[in-house]
């Protein structure tokens, strides 16, 4: 694979992308690079306030796509169904979903619902907005896909099913983790299941943007007042990081480019898959488990109360390689 970059996304004038947690970081590379290639970008962020002031800093440069900003959030199971029902009467196509929001290795917190912060957020919060927006994914001619932004750590995740919300034991990390690692079971799941469905327009696929300076890095410390751990972090952003822009590339190679198999997993190619252009990438044989995968997809059917009209997948059907 070549050196790829967003000069070489396709004309995506008439399509409609939804980015989850566009006003900072990777999804606000991702809105601003999806725009400039044509696309009316939903930018679902918890803020709307912050929403509306990224989306004026990207009009700004009068980018042939428009953009719209639309209340998420991720850690609320109603605001999710609020923001799809939204969504789905203002909108009767989408091209991609980006599950890019997310929350890293902060002091232990629950969401609105009770679920652990880090998996509530990364991970059901996104399951359930996806669930929602099947039918409309299904219905959209041509291909779409849904696009799920993981993290190198997901390597290091086990999930606990005995201790889902790490309520007898939390460790923010170990936290991070699973919920980055139930990302990619579920990402690869839904392919197995799109799939045994016969589903040949919807894809789904797995990324990571390496090591990228964002504000991901900086709300640990902040939230647990480590000014020492905040300025450490600092350092080491500026200097091993990629820029955003280039963190965000994977995200954006695997919703656009043209003859991506479901099922695959997108990062940088160069040191260590920390840094450098997106080429396709191995995630972890935990992350191909499809037994895990279908126990973690029953869970989080009970969990959100959002079920897909999808069969239980057959053992080989997306199961890549490991």
């Given at each position: 694979?070549?050196?790829?970059?967003?000069?070489?996304?396709?004309?995506?004038?008439?399509?409609?992308?939804?980015?989850?947690?566009?006003n900072s970081g990777l999804g606000f590379e991702g809105a601003r690079a999806f725009?400039?290639?044509?696309?009316?970008?939903?930018?679902?962020?918890?803020?709307?306030?912050?929403?509306?002031?990224?989306?004026?800093?990207?009009?700004?440069?009068?980018?042939?796509?428009?953009?719209?900003?639309?209340?998420?959030?991720?850690?609320?199971?109603?605001?999710?169904?609020?923001?799809?029902?939204?969504?789905?009467?203002?909108?009767?196509?989408?091209?991609?979903?980006?599950?890019?929001?997310?929350?890293?290795?902060?002091?232990?917190?629950?969401?609105?619902?009770?679920?652990?912060?880090?998996?509530?957020?990364?991970?059901?919060?996104?399951?359930?907005?996806?669930?929602?927006?099947?039918?409309?994914?299904?219905?959209?001619?041509?291909?779409?896909?849904?696009?799920?932004?993981?993290?190198?750590?997901?390597?290091?995740?086990?999930?606990?099913?005995?201790?889902?919300?790490?309520?007898?034991?939390?460790?923010?990390?170990?936290?991070?983790?699973?919920?980055?690692?139930?990302?990619?079971?579920?990402?690869?799941?839904?392919?197995?299941?799109?799939?045994?469905?016969?589903?040949?327009?919807?894809?789904?696929?797995?990324?990571?943007?390496?090591?990228?300076?964002?504000?991901?890095?900086?709300?640990?410390?902040?939230?647990?007042?480590?000014?020492?751990?905040?300025?450490?972090?600092?350092?080491?952003?500026?200097?091993?990081?990629?820029?955003?822009?280039?963190?965000?590339?994977?995200?954006?190679?695997?919703?656009?480019?043209?003859?991506?198999?479901?099922?695959?997993?997108?990062?940088?190619?160069?040191?260590?898959?920390?840094?450098?252009?997106?080429?396709?990438?191995?995630?972890?044989?935990r992350s191909r488990d499809p037994e895990r995968a279908r126990r973690l997809w029953?869970?989080?059917?009970?969990?959100?109360?959002?079920?897909?009209?999808?069969?239980?997948?057959?053992?080989?059907?997306?199961?890549?390689?490991?």
């Amino acid at each position: 694979m070549s050196e790829w970059t967003t000069a070489q996304m396709p004309d995506l004038s008439g399509e409609t992308v939804i980015v989850t947690g566009a006003n900072s970081g990777l999804g606000f590379e991702g809105a601003r690079a999806f725009a400039d290639a044509g696309a009316t970008v939903v930018m679902a962020c918890r803020s709307v306030e912050r929403g509306e002031s990224a989306a004026d800093e990207i009009r700004r440069d009068a980018p042939p796509g428009a953009l719209s900003v639309l209340e998420l959030d991720l850690a609320n199971l109603d605001s999710v169904a609020a923001f799809a029902e939204t969504f789905t009467d203002e909108y009767d196509a989408l091209r991609a979903l980006c599950n890019n929001a997310g929350v890293m290795a902060v002091p232990r917190s629950e969401t609105d619902d009770g679920f652990e912060m880090q998996l509530g957020v990364n991970h059901l919060g996104h399951f359930a907005l996806t669930g929602h927006l099947l039918d409309t994914l299904r219905d959209t001619d041509g291909e779409s896909r849904v696009v799920t932004q993981s993290s190198g750590l997901h390597e290091n995740g086990e999930i606990d099913f005995s201790d889902l919300q790490s309520e007898r034991d939390y460790g923010k990390w170990d936290a991070y983790g699973q919920s980055k690692l139930a990302n990619l079971l579920v990402a690869f799941e839904l392919d197995r299941r799109l799939d045994t469905a016969g589903v040949d327009g919807v894809t789904s696929v797995g990324c990571h943007p390496g090591y990228a300076d964002t504000n991901l890095q900086r709300r640990g410390p902040e939230q647990a007042g480590s000014t020492l751990r905040l300025a450490m972090m600092q350092v080491a952003n500026a200097v091993f990081a990629q820029d955003a822009a280039t963190g965000a590339l994977p995200m954006l190679y695997a919703a656009t480019a043209p003859d991506l198999e479901g099922g695959e997993y997108i990062g940088p190619s160069g040191f260590m898959n920390m840094r450098g252009p997106p080429a396709e990438d191995t995630p972890s044989r935990r992350s191909r488990d499809p037994e895990r995968a279908r126990r973690l997809w029953d869970v989080s059917e009970d969990l959100t109360g959002v079920t897909y009209d999808l069969p239980e997948a057959t053992a080989t059907a997306g199961a890549g390689d490991d």
